[in-house]
């Protein structure tokens, strides 16, 4: 974007979402449902009617009893904290899944933090071999002529929200079966989730392609049934590839293969630049801080968001809608598009407050700016040693304690 605009994000969600169209002519894709709307009062009313028991039943089925909390959390709308605390007030020990589920956010941010932009690359040698393909055509149009493929890629491209055991089988089917690079796969499947967050996703691609785990994840066609109560396999006429014991998917996705070395992937990274001569403070409202409760929103300073080429210029509609939703619940914030840099320059800011972050590429666009970065509230006060991050059992091993102390299930 050469020019910069500050934005009126209107009230009324009707007309903020033509106003939203008209913004970026640039943005593919359609707009989300009536399901989906961006914000903490959404969220709370989310968080508010979880049913835990169905969720411990049937959460890792696709028509199960899933939160949907995720996009909400990857926006700060909700601390991992705060949802943690709730249910385990309201439900006790009936919230242990649950929670686990949580962890496992907590568990990738902190590998994020730990690796910085290393997550964008392998970090440990593969098990099996891994194939280097481009992402094909008939993945990002979605005619795979696999029923169940192509409606996860409905879901994610018209939705921007597909379930965690379809995410796994997508992936494990694009990077085991067609021999995709990873890297590019991860990346076009994060700029369509609402909930894309470059460390959850990420890594999550290379706990499938065995880079941080100690085997590749892979599936049959049982699996994949039982858990879809069939939705896909019922009418379906194609010669599936998934049909087969996970012993004889093995011996044909891997037995004949060598693992390569592990692969270093160079991450965009903007241009140094001079540090301001302007002395101004201001904070900068990132993307994972969208919440009115935010403690740094409390300060009486200027408050600053940019929608930037850079960080979200690959957004399609959905995800600058949901954005959208959020920024309009914020008080006092300025909401621009443009050329962060830019713009904290012409507003006469010389250091910027704002929430910690993982995400090198938020911090490298900041760095002229002195900025002061407050930590972020804590999902767990338990140390977890470099050791623990190598994989999430061990990390779980520790907080599982502080969290439900020894009564927690092995």
Not at 30 to 48: P, Q, T, V
Not at 354 to 383: C, G, R
Request: glycine share 6%; aromatic share 12%.
């Amino acid at each position: 974007m050469a020019n910069s605009y500050k934005l009126a994000i209107p009230s009324d969600r009707a007309e903020r979402l033509q106003y939203i169209r008209r913004m970026f002519p640039q943005a593919v894709g359609s707009f989300l449902g009536d399901a989906w709307c961006g914000g903490r009062h959404e969220a709370l009313r989310r968080l508010n009617t979880i049913d835990i028991e169905a969720y411990g039943r049937n959460h890792s089925f696709l028509n199960g009893s899933v939160t949907k909390l995720s996009p909400y959390l990857r926006h700060g709308c909700l601390t991992l904290k705060e949802v943690s605390d709730n249910v385990r007030y309201r439900f006790g020990a009936q919230a242990e899944k649950f929670v686990e589920e949580l962890a496992w956010r907590d568990y990738w941010r902190r590998v994020w933090y730990e690796l910085g932009n290393g997550i964008f690359s392998d970090i440990e040698d593969p098990k099996v071999a891994l194939g280097d393909k481009l992402l094909p055509d008939f993945i990002r149009q979605g005619i795979t002529g696999l029923p169940c493929m192509d409606g996860f890629i409905r879901d994610l491209t018209l939705e921007g929200y597909v379930h965690n055991h379809a995410r796994k089988w997508f992936a494990a089917y694009l990077v085991h079966w067609l021999k995709v690079d990873w890297r590019e796969a991860a990346d076009w499947f994060e700029n369509h989730l609402l909930d894309g967050d470059k460390g959850s996703n990420h890594l999550s691609w290379q706990w499938v392609a065995s880079l941080n785990s100690s085997k590749p994840y892979y599936f049959n066609k049982d699996s994949l049934a039982r858990h879809t109560g069939e939705k896909y396999c019922t009418n379906c006429k194609v010669n599936c590839p998934f049909d087969a014991s996970h012993e004889a998917l093995n011996e044909k996705l891997f037995a004949d293969t060598v693992p390569a070395k592990a692969k270093v992937h160079r991450v965009a990274m903007p241009e140094k630049t001079p540090i301001s001569a302007h002395q101004a403070v201001a904070i900068f409202v990132h993307d994972e801080m969208l919440s009115p409760a935010h403690p740094l929103l409390r300060r009486p300073m200027p408050k600053i968001f940019v929608i930037d080429d850079f960080l979200h210029g690959k957004w399609p509609l959905k995800r600058l809608q949901f954005l959208a939703d959020c920024l309009n619940e914020l008080q006092d914030v300025e909401i621009w598009i443009g050329d962060t840099r830019a713009i904290l320059k012409e507003r006469g800011v010389g250091q910027i407050v704002t929430q910690d972050t993982p995400n090198k590429q938020v911090k490298a666009l900041l760095e002229p700016f002195n900025p002061i970065y407050q930590p972020e509230i804590k999902f767990t006060e338990a140390e977890i040693s470099e050791q623990r991050l190598k994989r999430f059992t061990r990390y779980w091993d520790k907080v599982s304690v502080e969290l439900f102390g020894d009564s927690v299930s092995s």
